[in-house]
């Protein structure tokens, strides 16, 4: 084992960090004007101005890294603003909305071969409640409304994107 910053890493027999210990957690970021989700042809979710947040909790996921990522997509500055400049304002300066989607896919890995492995997403029952933890935070920063998908579901997604304005963080 390899510890780095606090993290424990495996060696592989070549005495090379194993890879596939090597996750975090994933965020798909999209400014978008309007955006809604469906389970079984029920709208569960929907909002307007803000942000589509699809994240994927990874294995050996831990609750700092989704108050982390929440931090952050408080904090970002990705709305026009007096100057015209798109990094003059965050979500609540606009008083923006976000629907946040449970995307265990953005774990696959198509590194070896044609179809995506997903060995890197959390199992469920370790997967929710770090998905429930981020939602939580993103309230407790002040986001006024916050909505979701259905954990684990199929979802029909539908978004207009704004800008566009898309962006991947990871912690």
């Given at each position: 084992?390899?510890?780095?910053?606090?993290?424990?890493?495996?060696?592989?027999?070549?005495?090379?960090v194993n890879p596939r210990?090597?996750?975090?957690?994933?965020?798909?970021?999209?400014?978008?004007?309007?955006?809604?989700?469906m389970v079984d042809g029920?709208?569960?979710?929907?909002?307007?101005?803000?942000?589509?947040?699809?994240?994927?909790?990874?294995?050996?996921?831990?609750?700092?890294?989704?108050?982390?990522?929440?931090?952050?997509?408080?904090?970002?500055?990705?709305?026009?603003?007096?100057?015209?400049?798109?990094?003059?304002?965050?979500?609540?300066?606009?008083?923006?909305?976000?629907?946040?989607?449970?995307?265990?896919?953005?774990?696959?890995?198509?590194?070896?071969?044609?179809?995506?492995?997903?060995?890197?997403?959390?199992?469920?029952?370790?997967?929710?409640?770090?998905?429930?933890?981020?939602?939580?935070?993103?309230?407790?920063?002040?986001?006024?409304?916050?909505?979701?998908?259905?954990?684990?579901?199929?979802?029909?997604?539908?978004?207009?994107?704004?800008?566009?304005?898309?962006?991947?963080?990871?912690?």
């Amino acid at each position: 084992m390899l510890s780095v910053f606090g993290r424990e890493y495996s060696i592989d027999w070549r005495g090379c960090v194993n890879p596939r210990t090597l996750f975090s957690m994933r965020l798909l970021l999209q400014r978008v004007s309007r955006a809604s989700v469906m389970v079984d042809g029920e709208t569960i979710g929907s909002m307007k101005k803000g942000y589509l947040l699809f994240i994927a909790v990874m294995q050996g996921d831990e609750l700092s890294q989704a108050e982390w990522l929440a931090q952050k997509v408080v904090h970002l500055r990705l709305f026009d603003g007096e100057n015209g400049k798109i990094n003059d304002q965050t979500l609540r300066d606009v008083g923006g909305e976000i629907l946040v989607i449970s995307q265990f896919t953005l774990a696959g890995s198509v590194e070896n071969g044609n179809r995506p492995e997903y060995i890197a997403a959390a199992p469920p029952a370790t997967a929710e409640p770090l998905y429930r933890h981020f939602i939580d935070q993103l309230v407790s920063l002040g986001v006024t409304r916050v909505q979701t998908g259905k954990f684990g579901a199929h979802m029909d997604v539908e978004l207009v994107n704004d800008g566009p304005v898309t962006l991947w963080l990871e912690k």
